[in-house]
């Protein structure tokens, strides 16, 4: 059954949020490993945060991007970056913080961006590429800052977990499933691809020199 207009704007803004968190999360975690001051995790965790959601809504014409248009984006990049900050030592409890919350943002934006794309009435193929574009595009942002090479060209299976997940949304849409089930559906199989890559050093065959 299909989601109101008002549930549909709610569910994109709570992916919205979540993904920027997460990601800041990220960003912050990693700026506090390179050992930034306060002002430098807030700067890389707000570019992790919103870079990709800034680069979807250039791509599909939606403008302002929504970090400008919606001030709770912002404020969820920057209380990540706070988070990362004041209890970094909590976090990093976790088994490979950063590679978790990569994931799991990773899994947030591509689907928040496929069906934004969607939205905007883009091809299947096209909303694809959008959604991938925004579930790596704060993550290359965020390494470049630190001037590392970016996780999405050094990794192998990073682009192709979002490129499955995204593919994932674009097919349930297509089915009619419920809005609700896609999202949870694609950020599963983003997040649990991406992570399993991880542990179990999963990797594309590569060209012999």
């Not at 934004?116 to 096209?126: H, I």
């Not at 470049?144 to 192709?160: G, M, N, Q, S």
């Given at each position: 059954m299909d989601l109101p207009a008002a549930s549909l704007t709610t569910l994109a803004l709570w992916l919205d949020l979540t993904g920027t968190f997460v990601f800041g999360l990220s960003g912050g975690m990693l700026a506090v490993r390179r050992q930034l001051d306060l002002f430098g995790v807030i700067v890389l965790s707000t570019a992790a945060a919103t870079a990709g959601g800034a680069i979807r809504d250039m791509a599909i014409g939606d403008q302002p991007a929504a970090v400008l248009q919606d001030p709770r984006i912002l404020l969820a990049a920057l209380a990540a970056g706070l988070v990362a900050f004041l209890a970094h030592r909590q976090v990093e409890r976790l088994n490979k913080p950063v590679m978790l919350l990569d994931a799991l943002g990773l899994g947030v934006f591509a689907?928040?961006?496929?069906?934004?794309?969607?939205?905007?009435?883009?091809?299947?193929?096209?909303?694809?590429?959008?959604?991938?574009?925004?579930?790596?595009?704060?993550?290359?942002?965020?390494?470049?800052?630190?001037?590392?090479?970016?996780?999405?060209?050094?990794?192998?299976?990073?682009?192709?977990?979002?490129?499955?997940?995204?593919?994932?949304?674009?097919?349930?849409?297509h089915l009619g499933w419920p809005p609700l089930l896609i999202a949870a559906l694609g950020l599963a199989l983003t997040f649990a691809i991406r992570v399993a890559s991880v542990r179990l050093g999963l990797r594309i065959p590569r060209a012999k020199p």
């Open positions: 689907v928040s961006g496929t069906q934004k794309a969607l939205e905007f009435g883009l091809n299947p193929a096209a909303a694809c590429l959008i959604g991938v574009l925004t579930a790596v595009g704060g993550g290359v942002v965020r390494d470049l800052l630190v001037t590392e090479i970016p996780r999405v060209l050094r990794e192998d299976v990073y682009a192709v977990a979002a490129i499955l997940g995204a593919g994932l949304v674009v097919l349930g849409d």
